[in-house]
């Protein structure tokens, strides 16, 4: 393979496995990022999150184990993994855990333009005073 691993930066015999990552800031902007790992990285970073978190099951950090039911930073992924297809995880982490792996995300990975509006956009809208203000049009009434 001619393509590094973004996780270990090494070339692996096998084809490399995209992760796209993606969170809500506090802000509400969401942000999305990607790399190319190596089965050894994913099996590492990826397939722990790997937990079915359908019916009674209560929700728990991934990383540390505590109950995340009522308070929780999550983080999705979508994999594209060679001769599989796409698989998908959904994390609720805990706050410490999320920023811990968000770090990692952060340095092994590079930022996507999102997918549903210009930075993420915010959680609620603008209004249009809102908007027509940010772009230096004149607003009715000021």
């Not at 993606?22 to 790399?35: I, K, L």
């Not at 184990?65 to 594209?80: K, L, R």
Request: glycine share 10%.
């Amino acid at each position: 393979m001619l393509i590094r691993c973004n996780g270990c930066g090494e070339r692996p015999e096998n084809k490399l496995t995209q992760v796209n990552w993606s969170w809500r800031r506090a802000d509400g902007f969401r942000v999305a990022y990607r790399a190319r790992l190596c089965v050894a990285c994913f099996a590492t970073k990826v397939a722990p999150l790997a937990i079915d978190y359908t019916g009674n099951v209560p929700l728990t950090c991934p990383g540390c184990g505590i109950d995340t039911e009522q308070d929780m930073d999550a983080i999705y992924t979508t994999n594209f993994i060679p001769s599989y297809g796409e698989y998908r995880t959904e994390s609720p982490f805990c706050g410490p855990c999320a920023a811990s792996y968000r770090i990692w995300v952060l340095d092994h990975s590079w930022q996507l333009d999102d997918q549903r509006g210009a930075a993420g956009g915010p959680s609620t809208p603008p209004d249009a005073e809102t908007i027509l203000r940010d772009m230096g049009l004149p607003v009715r009434g000021n």
